[in-house]
C-alpha cells in the first residue's frame, strides 16, 4: 500500500511507467471531476495549477446548468475557478494502466478557497477543531448494489434490465459473495495498491448489495479515499461488463443502500471522547459533541441526502433511521454509539444515504459538534428498544422539501459556513425539487391513464 512522492512521479514519468495524470477536483455530488494529463505536461507545470470552469460547482446530477445561483451564472459568463494539486493526494490508479491521481482544492482568481467548495467547507471545521486541539478521525461506509448487466444495457433496456449479481441477500454469506468477486476482489485490491486501507468488503442486507469499508482516518483522508473508492467501484464495474449503482433506493421492495460515518475527536494521539470512568466511556465532551450532532441533524439532514430518492430509504424496519435520537448498539437509531467502554468509543450517524457527498456530510457534522462542545449542551439519556415503533420523538426529514426547509433556515448552518453557502446549496435542493415536480413518473401512468 503506497502513494506517491512528487519525484517518485517524476521518475515514473521520465521511465515511462505512467503517461497520465488524472487531476480531479470534488462536485457537489461527491464527484471527481477534472482533467487528463498528459503526465510530462503534468510534472513540468500543471502540477502547481491549472484551471476549471467555475460551472463544476453549479451543476445538478446531469451536469445540466442550473440558473439562481449567485456564484456563477450565463450572466457572469461561466468563467474559471483554479484547481490547485494537493501533492500530498498523488497516487498511482493501478485499475487505470499508466495513470496517477491528485486531488485539487478550487480556488478564484485571487487565490483564495472557494467557500461552497466540498473540500474547503471540510477543511474549514477540521482548522477550527485544530485550534481546539482536537483531531477529527472518521470513517464511512460505502453500501451499493452490483448488477448483472452493464450500464449502456441498463440504459438501453429503459433501466428494466436490472438483475443484480447476486440473486439473494448475501449479508456475510460467503458462498453468495463469490458472485462479486468478479468485480470486488480487483476493487480490494487496487484501491489497496493505491494507498487506500481497505479493510474487508462484505454483501449487505438485500439481493446483490455490497458493503466497502476502510480503515479510520483523519477526516479529510478518509473523505478523498471514500471518493476515491467510488470511482474505482464504479470504473472496475465497467471494465468488468457490470454495473454498480449508489442510488440510495433502486426498488421499490428492496432495502435501501446508506453511508453511516462514524467519529471521534482524538488529542495527543489519543481517543479523547473515551473516559473510562464513565459508565458508557463516554467523555464529558463526547457527550456535549453528541448533543449538537443530534440536535442539529435537522438542520443538516441535506448534506446526508441530497436527491429527491434520497428520502425513499427512510422506512420502518428498513435499517434506514427515522428518528434523530441516539441509542446504545441500537441499529433502529439515527446515530448509534459503537464501542462502549472502550478506547474505541465513537458515534456513528446512520441517516446518510449512499448518494451523500463525504465532504458535505462531514463538514456539517463536525460544525454541530463543535456547536455542540462549545454551548456545552447536555446529551440525553440514550433510546432503547425498537425506535421505529415509540412515540413522539425529533423525527428526521422525510422529504427534499422539509430538508430544504430546515436547511434554509439553520441559523447554526448559515453563523458556520455564511449566508452564500447556505443559500448556494438551498439552491441546489430546490432545483431537485423542480425538476422532479416537472416529471410525469411510470407510477402516475399506469396507475391514472385509464381509470382518471
Given amino acids: 500500500m503506497a502513494q506517491l512522492t512528487?519525484?517518485?512521479?517524476?521518475?515514473?514519468?521520465?521511465?515511462?511507467?505512467?503517461?497520465?495524470?488524472?487531476?480531479?477536483?470534488?462536485?457537489?455530488?461527491?464527484?471527481?471531476?477534472?482533467?487528463?494529463?498528459?503526465?510530462?505536461?503534468?510534472v513540468d507545470s500543471a502540477w502547481s495549477e491549472s484551471h476549471c470552469c467555475n460551472y463544476?460547482?453549479?451543476?445538478?446530477?446531469?451536469?445540466?446548468?442550473?440558473?439562481?445561483?449567485?456564484?456563477?451564472?450565463?450572466?457572469?459568463?461561466?468563467?474559471?475557478?483554479?484547481?490547485?494539486?494537493?501533492?500530498?493526494?498523488?497516487?498511482?490508479v493501478p485499475w487505470i494502466e499508466g495513470t496517477a491521481m491528485?486531488?485539487?482544492?478550487?480556488?478564484?482568481?485571487?487565490?483564495?478557497p472557494v467557500a461552497h467548495s466540498p473540500r474547503a467547507m471540510l477543511q474549514?471545521?477540521?482548522?477550527?477543531?485544530?485550534?481546539?486541539?482536537?483531531?477529527?478521525?472518521?470513517a464511512t461506509e460505502l453500501e451499493f448494489f452490483l448488477f448483472e448487466k452493464s450500464y449502456d444495457e441498463i440504459r438501453k433496456s429503459g433501466f428494466t434490465a436490472l438483475e443484480t449479481?447476486?440473486?439473494?441477500?448475501?449479508?456475510?454469506?460467503?458462498?453468495?459473495?463469490?458472485?462479486?468477486?468478479?468485480?470486488?476482489?480487483?476493487v480490494r485490491n487496487a484501491l489497496y495498491a493505491a494507498g487506500i486501507p481497505i479493510e474487508n468488503s462484505k454483501g449487505e442486507a438485500e439481493a446483490g448489495q455490497e458493503e466497502l469499508n476502510i480503515k479510520y482516518a483523519e477526516a479529510l483522508a478518509c473523505a478523498d479515499y471514500h471518493t476515491i473508492a467510488k470511482l474505482a467501484i464504479k470504473?472496475?464495474?465497467?471494465?468488468?461488463?457490470?454495473?454498480?449503482?449508489?442510488?440510495?433506493?433502486?426498488?421499490?421492495?428492496?432495502?435501501?443502500?446508506s453511508s453511516h460515518v462514524h467519529q471521534s475527536m482524538w488529542a495527543e494521539g489519543k481517543n479523547a471522547f473515551y473516559d473510562p470512568e464513565?459508565?458508557?466511556?463516554?467523555?464529558?465532551m463526547m457527550k456535549s459533541y453528541c448533543a449538537g450532532l443530534i440536535k442539529y441533524a435537522p438542520d443538516y439532514t441535506y448534506f446526508l441526502a441530497p436527491n429527491i430518492n434520497s428520502y425513499k430509504r427512510f422506512q420502518a424496519g428498513s435499517f434506514a433511521p427515522t428518528k434523530s435520537v441516539w441509542s446504545v448498539d441500537n441499529r433502529t437509531a439515527g446515530f448509534r454509539l459503537?464501542?462502549?467502554?472502550?478506547?474505541?468509543?465513537?458515534?456513528?450517524?446512520?441517516?446518510?444515504?449512499?448518494?451523500?457527498?463525504?465532504?458535505?456530510?462531514?463538514?456539517?457534522?463536525?460544525?454541530?459538534?463543535?456547536?455542540?462542545?462549545?454551548?456545552?449542551?447536555?446529551?440525553?439519556?440514550?433510546?432503547t428498544g425498537d425506535i421505529y415503533e415509540q412515540g413522539k420523538m425529533p423525527e428526521v426529514p422525510s422529504t427534499l422539501r422539509a430538508a430544504r426547509e430546515t436547511l434554509n433556515t439553520s441559523t447554526f448552518l448559515r453563523d458556520t459556513f455564511g449566508d452564500d453557502v447556505v443559500d448556494h446549496y438551498a439552491r441546489a435542493a430546490d432545483w431537485e425539487q423542480e425538476a422532479y415536480d416537472a416529471v410525469v413518473t411510470d407510477w402516475e401512468l399506469q396507475r391514472g391513464f385509464e381509470r382518471a
Fill in 6 to 42: 512528487f519525484d517518485a512521479l517524476k521518475q515514473q514519468v521520465a521511465d515511462g511507467t505512467i503517461d497520465t495524470v488524472l487531476a480531479c477536483i470534488v462536485d457537489m455530488q461527491g464527484r471527481l471531476m477534472g482533467k487528463r494529463f498528459h503526465a510530462a505536461h503534468f
Fill in 124 to 138: 474549514g471545521q477540521i482548522a477550527r477543531l485544530s485550534e481546539m486541539g482536537l483531531t477529527p478521525m472518521m
Fill in 165 to 186: 449479481l447476486a440473486p439473494h441477500n448475501a449479508d456475510y454469506s460467503m458462498q453468495l459473495t463469490l458472485r462479486d468477486e468478479v468485480v470486488m476482489r480487483p
Fill in 56 to 92: 463544476l460547482l453549479a451543476t445538478d446530477l446531469e451536469m445540466y446548468t442550473v440558473d439562481g445561483y449567485k456564484s456563477t451564472s450565463w450572466q457572469a459568463g461561466y468563467g474559471d475557478y483554479i484547481m490547485q494539486p494537493d501533492l500530498s493526494t498523488l497516487r498511482p
Fill in 278 to 284: 464513565d459508565d458508557l466511556g463516554m467523555s464529558s
Fill in 235 to 257: 470504473d472496475i464495474a465497467l471494465m468488468k461488463g457490470h454495473a454498480a449503482s449508489f442510488l440510495p433506493k433502486w426498488h421499490r421492495d428492496r432495502v435501501g443502500s
Fill in 338 to 383: 459503537c464501542g462502549a467502554n472502550s478506547k474505541s468509543v465513537r458515534m456513528e450517524c446512520r441517516i446518510g444515504g449512499s448518494d451523500l457527498n463525504p465532504y458535505l456530510a462531514m463538514a456539517v457534522q463536525l460544525a454541530a459538534g463543535i456547536k455542540g462542545i462549545e454551548d456545552g449542551l447536555t446529551l440525553d439519556a440514550p433510546i
Fill in 102 to 112: 491528485v486531488l485539487c482544492d478550487v480556488l478564484d482568481h485571487h487565490h483564495a
